[in-house]
């Protein structure tokens, strides 16, 4: 079978840096994305692994092992409006589409 | 540049009740089309996805089926809801020149009573 896991929920302060991880089991791997999703609101992408190593996109980067089926989003600089539900989302399968994890809720407080 | 629409935005449905919701994309041709349902607090789910006029797949057999009449046109339907069909659908797209980024529409929040 295929599947995600991470963390539901994760607290932290305005500032500080947070850190999601994501290990995955599916059959055919092509890469890990990353998408945000305020409350109410649709995901939006952030980042996408397709190789091991960490891509930085300003505040956020993004790590991938794909030897160990694990890869983790890190948030710097943390500001109330990164609150919102952060989503791993593996391509793979026979066909290439995303397979979402649950989702872990990341709540920012002043 | 490149938008997505759906509608509706809400919509509150009775049980045993048909349902039709329409996915619309702008600024681009051929794209991979997508259809997910997102349960309260919980991730996606994808339901069915296409590749091109006419040509469905579906992920996950139930309640649902999914047309794709035109090349920007997406609409899921049901004959006949049930409880368990409420949620959050969305559509998204993937373009040719980026297949590694999904775009999802603003969704449509359905409530089966």
């Known amino acids: 079978g295929q599947s995600l896991e991470q963390p539901s929920e994760v607290t932290a302060v305005e500032g500080a840096i947070v850190q999601i991880n994501c290990t995955y089991q599916?059959?055919?791997?092509?890469?890990l994305s990353w998408y945000q999703q305020h409350d109410g609101g649709a995901p939006t992408f952030l980042s996408y692994?397709?190789?091991?190593g960490l891509e930085e996109t300003g505040r956020f980067s993004s790590f991938l092992s794909r030897s160990d089926s694990y890869g983790y989003l890190l948030l710097q600089e943390l500001q109330m409006k990164d609150s919102a539900s952060y989503f791993c989302a593996v391509k793979g399968g026979s066909q290439g589409n995303l397979i979402f994890g649950k989702g872990t809720k990341l709540s920012v407080k002043p | 540049s490149q938008t997505i629409h759906q509608w509706p935005a809400t919509l509150v449905q009775p049980v045993g009740s048909p349902l039709s919701l329409e996915c619309t994309v702008e600024?681009?041709?051929?794209?991979?089309l997508y259809w997910y349902r997102q349960a309260a607090g919980r991730g996606l789910q994808l339901l069915f996805y296409s590749v091109g006029i006419g040509q469905i797949s579906s992920e996950v057999p139930q309640n649902l089926s999914a047309s794709r009449p035109q090349d920007r046109q997406f609409i899921l339907s049901s004959k006949k809801l049930l409880l368990s069909d409420s949620g959050f659908y969305l559509c998204?797209?993937?373009?040719?020149?980026?297949?590694?980024?999904?775009?999802f529409g603003p969704g449509t929040r359905l409530t089966v009573l």
């Open positions: 998204a797209w993937v373009g040719t020149l980026s297949y590694n980024e999904q775009f």
């Open positions: 599916t059959s055919g791997f092509y890469g």
């Open positions: 600024g681009t041709s051929n794209p991979n």
């Open positions: 692994n397709a190789l091991d």
